[in-house]
């Protein structure tokens, strides 16, 4: 890939595009994958305030587990960002979070 | 006072775009995320040279949605004059609406605040600038390389205070350098402690520092892994058990008042936070003795200060 | 016309920043600047200019306040000279880089050691690769005439850099002389608030001073190097249309003399008038000598110089600053004799080094530097003097 040169980048390094960083996927850092089970998960936000990626998303996908309770909300791994760090799964009141190891 | 706020008071937006390069389970980015949540996008952030400005900034890309500057080392607090000035002087000959609220904040790591950064941190104090400084604290030189700084605590291995024959460690036998207090110095209207283990804590302080006109300083706890030598996994448990030892104490400033904000009625022992620290495991039972006396000292101080035992005994 | 006023060389600038209508006003005092921010603080005590003042606690943050202030889009101004411009140093190369505009003005003083406040262009001279556009003055009317060139390049879109003006502390800083100031209205509008660089703003998010890493550095680089050779047409353009409006014309370089001169002394500042005395004296007693003075130094004008010296046989180039173990001796001198060369002229140099911390110079000086040139003028390359010498040093 060339990049570009002096005459097409804007001046004095100023990046135009906010949270540019996006394009850079750090889910290749990963070794350990948090895999949460929707099942066990209480969606009390705990993963999603301690991610230091903000990789856990929260979104407005509701789900009933077997027993029969109910959510309007749904924690989701962003996978192309989340370098693995495994905050998510130490911090998990209830433990619903397991680190697995990444095949390649 | 208001009731107090719960994790579902935080906001969904990000302004801390993912893709940036902190290392795994760095403490400051979940601070960073926390403190962008509590300032929304009316905002301008300056960081001087540290470790969260060169991993979110690498060009072409940025994590930043909100308006941002790095400069040099020890001016971020000068840059943040700065800018509340031209903001101030344009909206005042109508380049920018008046009604408009853009708040300035400066986020600095303990190099920059502490060391390099405390001269220009004195002006802006001083000169009563409407910026909110914040500390982000990871009580050493992490960009290059986990060099001994100002925050460094008694007894932490760094690069530059290994364990040998001789030396084991920071040998400083006092307390470190009181940020809070050499604020509070400066007659600041608002200063606080917070920890990325605490975010609603530290959300509302930010919140509640941006309500107030003037300088405020915010010193943030930042667990860092590869400093600390610790697992990636637990910054946010090595970060809760600072709180849990008394090791650090989230309290906040305002108007002559302190409040402890995360209340410990019984602490536990400081050899459980400093255990599960890489830096800390050299340690003599002697050693551990002594940071415990600093502790207990620090803590009977906040109390007094806060007019009540807020932070209980050591249990057990 | 403007008005007329009896004013020494920094109230002369503050007239002038006050007429610019500056937004951002941030400084450190320091010996012979401090009268100019003195007299801006009573022009915003006076409500006469309505501007943020920070008294800050150095240079170092008066210019990192500047940087912020700019970033937002704000006319920003400050000023300083010797210790508080070398303690400025690293913040001049990352302004220029992140390209943003200012007016900075230097009242020329010695460097340390030893501590000393008097004139010379040590100060003026460290600075001279830090990608600012850099003049200096000669009379108090341009030093005032500078700020106003100042604004108008540093803002213009085609350059986008911080600009440094100068006078010789002292000399010109406080030494009162007729200062015609032209009015608020006329200096707006010769100097306008464009707001033409991409600023900090909520509404559109940018970032500012990112990590350039192996890959890109090199490239931003380049742009300066671009920019600074655009910011001559702008001078030119800016001068032009400053001596359509104000009567006075300047150029970058000031050429006396020079037709048909065998030697010349070409040098830069205040001591020029006394140049150009003494070159009208040697002229009455036959000896043909002329004078070029420097005015624009950044981006520096090689050509002019070469066209103005390309029939002179020996050029001695008085640098009033020092570079210890260089080729050169002095800055100015590196710079005109790789001019010369470049242009492929035969033009030989001597570099005077003189007047160093304020030592006085005089006609004698003069005389005894032109004395030097006419002896060597029909020397070979070789046979010239392979240091600088230094003119009124005690051996």
């Known amino acids: ?104 | 006072m208001s009731k107090p706020l719960t994790v579902w008071d935080l906001p969904r937006e990000e302004y801390l775009a993912p893709g940036h390069r902190m290392c795994q389970g760095c403490g400051a980015a979940i601070a960073f995320r926390h403190i962008l949540k509590a300032t929304g996008k009316d905002v301008i952030i300056t960081m001087p040279t540290s470790c969260g400005e060169i991993t979110s900034t690498v060009y072409p890309h940025t994590a930043w949605r909100v308006p941002w500057i790095h400069v040099a080392f020890e001016n971020a607090a000068a840059v943040a004059s700065g800018i509340a000035a031209g903001i101030e002087a344009l909206k005042r000959k109508g380049f920018i609406p008046k009604d408009k609220d853009i708040k300035v904040v400066a986020i600095g790591g303990d190099g920059g605040t502490f060391d390099i950064g405390f001269q220009a941190l004195s002006g802006t104090l001083e000169r009563g600038d409407n910026v909110l400084y914040i500390c982000y604290d990871n009580e050493a030189y992490m960009n290059t390389g986990i060099q001994r700084s100002g925050a460094t605590p008694l007894g932490a291995w760094t690069t530059t205070t290994p364990v040998g024959k001789v030396w084991r460690g920071e040998w400083r036998p006092k307390k470190r350098k009181d940020l809070i207090a050499v604020a509070i110095a400066h007659n600041v209207p608002y200063a606080a402690t917070a920890n990325p283990a605490f975010p609603v804590d530290l959300y509302m302080k930010v919140k509640k520092a941006l309500s107030i006109k003037g300088p405020k300083v915010i010193h943030v706890l930042s667990p860092c892994v590869p400093g600390w030598r610790i697992e990636p996994e637990k910054s946010v448990e090595v970060g809760k058990l600072a709180v849990l030892t008394g090791m650090w104490i989230n309290y906040e400033y305002e108007n002559g008042t302190y409040r402890v904000t995360t209340p410990v009625p019984k602490r536990k022992p400081v050899r459980e936070y400093l255990r599960l620290q890489g830096r800390f495991r050299h340690l003599t039972d002697e050693e551990i003795k002594k940071i415990q006396e600093l502790v207990d000292a620090e803590v009977a101080r906040i109390n007094k200060l806060v007019g009540k035992e807020v932070i209980g005994p050591v249990e057990g | 016309m403007g008005k007329v006023l009896p004013l020494g060389g920094n109230y002369a600038v503050a007239y002038a920043v006050k007429a610019c209508d500056v937004d951002v006003i941030t400084a450190y005092p320091i010996s012979p600047q401090t009268t100019i921010v003195e007299r801006l603080s009573e022009f915003v005590a006076n409500g006469e200019l309505n501007a943020e003042f920070l008294h800050v606690e150095s240079e170092h943050t008066a210019l990192s306040v500047a940087i912020g202030a700019a970033a937002v889009g704000a006319r920003t101004y400050s000023a300083t000279c010797s210790q508080g411009l070398a303690l400025m140093n690293e913040l001049l190369y990352i302004m220029s880089y992140i390209r943003l505009p200012m007016v900075l003005t230097i009242v020329n003083r010695a460097l340390s050691a030893p501590i000393n406040i008097w004139n010379d262009h040590s100060d003026f001279m460290s600075v001279n690769d830090s990608g600012w556009i850099m003049m200096m003055s000669a009379s108090n009317q341009e030093a005032y005439d500078e700020i106003l060139l100042g604004y108008r390049i540093a803002e213009d879109p085609r350059v986008l850099l911080p600009v440094i003006t100068s006078m010789d502390g002292y000399i010109q800083s406080h030494v009162v002389e007729p200062v015609e100031i032209v009015s608020d209205e006329e200096a707006i509008s010769f100097a306008p608030k464009r707001r033409s660089w991409v600023t900090l703003d909520p509404d559109k998010p940018v970032t500012m001073g990112p990590v350039g890493d192996p890959s890109y550095y090199f490239e931003f680089r380049r742009q300066l190097w671009e920019a600074m050779k655009e910011s001559r047409k702008v001078f030119d353009e800016a001068t032009e249309e400053f001596a359509k409006r104000f009567g006075r014309k300047y150029s970058a370089i000031e050429t006396y003399m020079l037709e048909d001169a065998e030697v010349a002394i070409v040098g830069m500042g205040s001591f020029m008038g006394t140049i150009k005395a003494f070159v009208d004296r040697a002229r009455r007693d036959g000896v043909k000598v002329g004078a070029l003075r420097v005015k624009l130094y950044r981006p520096f004008p090689s050509e002019d110089i070469a066209r103005a010296l390309s029939n002179v046989k020996l050029v001695g180039v008085m640098d009033r600053a020092l570079m210890p173990g260089s080729a050169a001796g002095g800055h100015l001198h590196h710079e005109v004799a790789f001019a010369l060369r470049q242009a492929g002229l035969e033009t030989k140099t001597i570099g005077f080094i003189a007047g160093l911390g304020g030592r006085l110079l005089t006609m004698d000086n003069v005389k005894q530097m032109v004395n030097v040139l006419i002896n060597y003028k029909d020397k070979t390359v070789k046979e010239l003097p392979k240091e600088p010498i230094f003119i009124g040093v005690r051996e």
Do not use: H
Request: glycine share 8%; hydrophobic share 30%; with cysteine.
């Open chain 1, 1 to 104: 890939m060339s990049l570009p040169g002096w005459k097409q980048l804007p001046i004095g390094a100023v990046i135009l595009t906010p949270g540019s960083s996006v394009e850079y996927k750090t889910g290749e850092w990963r070794t350990l994958r948090p895999e949460i089970d929707q099942e066990k998960c209480i969606r009390c936000r705990t993963c999603w305030m301690y991610c230091p990626e903000g990789a856990i998303q929260e979104v407005e996908e509701p789900y009933k587990t077997k027993t029969g309770r109910e959510f309007k909300l749904t924690y989701k791994v962003d996978y192309d960002y989340c370098k693995g760090c495994g905050i998510c799964a130490n911090e998990c009141p209830v433990k619903a979070i397991t680190m697995v190891e990444e095949v390649i």
